[in-house]
């Protein structure tokens, strides 16, 4: 595994870190896939409040070895009062991470510039809290996450505030470029997530298959490559929920013959064909669901990229025709067709990608109903 300077924090964190969003549902399994990870020199963990049972999963994985990971996870943004209920949820985390301290503590989840400067910057919010967490050593070092535009990223890295942060960046989605860059040069670590694109980028296009420098070499580990390419980057977290994809993502972070930059440029001339369907991707994380009247948005939307980008037709129309158009009595399960979407506009807001999901639903529909 190689390992890189965590921005001036002092620390070295692993290429790879193990992003905990998609931890198998079996706390035994999740935990033998943690363990894997950690065995094999991965030491950057992180997980939130907001991905369920997500904390004590890694707690679990982490007993006899805390000293040896370095510890990232968020306290919920949306759950009211933010400000007078932060301290309890931030305890919270401590108790299902099994831990006394958190090295790197997002301060709130997807933090947003307008809810920077409303719950964490005046007196008596969220930034005096998380001071004086880190005073009672609690915390070690302030970060954030976020969604928000790549002005407002700027704008939250040069408060000054924060020691690192957490965007998304991968071979189709380079909006915080820029943002990384900055941040790098600030002295800040450097998370990027979703370098895979939440799987979306798993056998992209036989195009980009061939630029990997093997026949054998997968689109994702070209990715993963692309990604950490990037000088700036600290480290890549990915979602992990096999064995296997640790081992595949592992044996990739440990290369020392990443992109160059002629590479990476050949790579991003590939994706130009792709732009067109950049209003419908979507990266897979969930935001939007559970959907309550039982749409499975991001397996439509799964659906519709294999339609648009590989022109999978028959085999897009086929699992299409598979889900269900209404739900059975007593079934709460979300694995309905798009056509089942009611136009209630609850997942809209939820949506940190802001898709307008129910006009790409009503497009799903058209094009493989």
């Known amino acids: ?23 198998p549902e079996d706390t035994d399994e999740a935990v033998a896939v943690l363990t894997r990870a950690f065995d094999q020199g991965v030491n950057f963990l992180d997980s939130a409040r907001g991905y369920p049972n997500s904390e ?31 301290r309890e949820r931030f305890e919270e985390s401590l108790t299902a991470l099994d831990t006394s ?19 964490v910057a005046p007196k008596g919010k969220v930034l005096d809290l998380v001071t004086q967490a880190r005073d009672e ?6 970060s954030f996450s976020s969604h928000d535009t790549p002005e407002n990223v700027m704008k939250l890295i040069d408060t000054g505030v924060f020691d690192a942060m957490i ?29 895979v694109g939440g799987g979306r980028l798993a056998g992209l296009s036989p195009e980009l298959a061939r630029m990997a420098l ?12 692309f990604v950490l390419s990037n000088p700036a980057v600290s480290t890549a977290i990915s979602g992990m929920s096999t064995i296997q994809m640790v081992d595949e993502n592992v044996a990739t972070a440990s290369r020392d013959d990443m992109l160059s930059a002629d ?10 064909e792709a732009e067109r369907i950049a209003k419908l991707y979507c990266t ?28 999978l037709t028959e085999y897009a129309k086929t699992h299409y025709a598979h889900k269900p158009t209404q739900r059975e009595a007593g079934d709460e399960r979300c694995r309905l067709q798009a056509s089942a979407c009611v136009e209630c506009g609850e997942c809209e807001p939820k949506c940190p990608q802001h898709i307008p999901i129910i006009e790409q639903l009503k497009e799903t529909h058209a094009a493989l109903g």
């Not at 090295?103 to 409303?118: M, N, P, T």
């Not at 050593?137 to 302030?142: A, D, K, P, T």
């Not at 991001?298 to 990229?305: D, K, Q, R, T, V």
Request: charged residues 20%.
């Open 1 to 23: 595994m190689l390992y890189r300077p965590f921005g001036k924090t002092g620390l070295e964190v692993s290429a790879l870190g193990f992003g905990a969003m998609r931890l």
């Open 56 to 86: 004590a999963k890694c707690g679990k994985a982490l007993k006899g070895r805390r000293e040896q990971i370095v510890v990232s996870t968020k306290v919920p943004s949306w759950i009211e009062p933010v400000v007078e209920g932060w």
């Open 101 to 119: 301290y958190i090295d790197v503590l997002q301060i709130l989840h997807d933090l947003k510039w307008e809810a920077f400067e409303k719950h």
């Open 137 to 142: 050593g609690l915390v070690r070092y302030f």
């Open 167 to 195: 965007v998304q960046y991968n071979l189709l989605d380079l909006q915080y470029a820029d943002a990384i860059d900055h941040a790098c040069a600030r002295g800040m670590g450097v998370v990027a997530m979703g370098p």
């Open 214 to 225: 093997s026949p054998s070499a997968s689109t994702p580990a070209l990715a993963l490559r």
């Open 263 to 272: 590479e990476r440029e050949q790579v991003r001339a590939a994706l130009e």
């Open 284 to 311: 897979g994380c969930r935001y939007c669901m559970p959907c309550p009247h039982g749409v499975d948005i991001p397996g439509n939307f799964s659906l519709m990229n294999y339609y648009r980008v590989y022109g």
